[in-house]
């Protein structure tokens, strides 16, 4: 049975840091690329970043290269998402899945609630 958890999320002032990790289970982590995906109150989920199984070649959203980073500990079958320089817009639940496209490819998790406010 797949799972994935995600934590580390958390209310931050613009500008500051965060960063979540996702454990997955229940499948061969390592031979998948792992994605974050965050949906903001009335607006549906998007893709953020991605980090594929060979290479560990990363790819962003527009809205966040350059201030997160996407990485993968195979040993552990984690995905963690660092995040600085933090907006409000950024304002959303965060949640991980396999692959890279605009859906997962297992249900989803509860994600992790992050909130950017002063």
């Known amino acids: 049975q797949v799972q994935l958890v995600e934590s580390g999320g958390g209310l931050v002032q613009p500008g500051g840091s965060l960063r979540l990790s996702c454990a997955a289970s229940g499948f061969m982590f390592s031979r998948y690329a792992m994605s974050w995906y965050r949906q903001a109150p009335g607006k549906e989920r998007e893709l953020v970043a991605v980090i594929y199984a060979v290479g560990g070649r990363t790819n962003y959203a527009a809205s966040v290269k350059g201030r997160f980073t996407i990485s993968r500990d195979n040993a552990e079958n984690t995905v963690y998402l660092q995040m600085n320089s933090l907006k409000p817009e950024d304002t959303a639940v965060y949640y991980c899945?396999?692959?890279?496209?605009?859906?997962?490819?297992?249900?989803w998790g509860q994600g992790t609630q992050v909130t950017v406010s002063s």
């Open positions: 899945n396999a692959g890279g496209g605009l859906s997962g490819l297992w249900d």
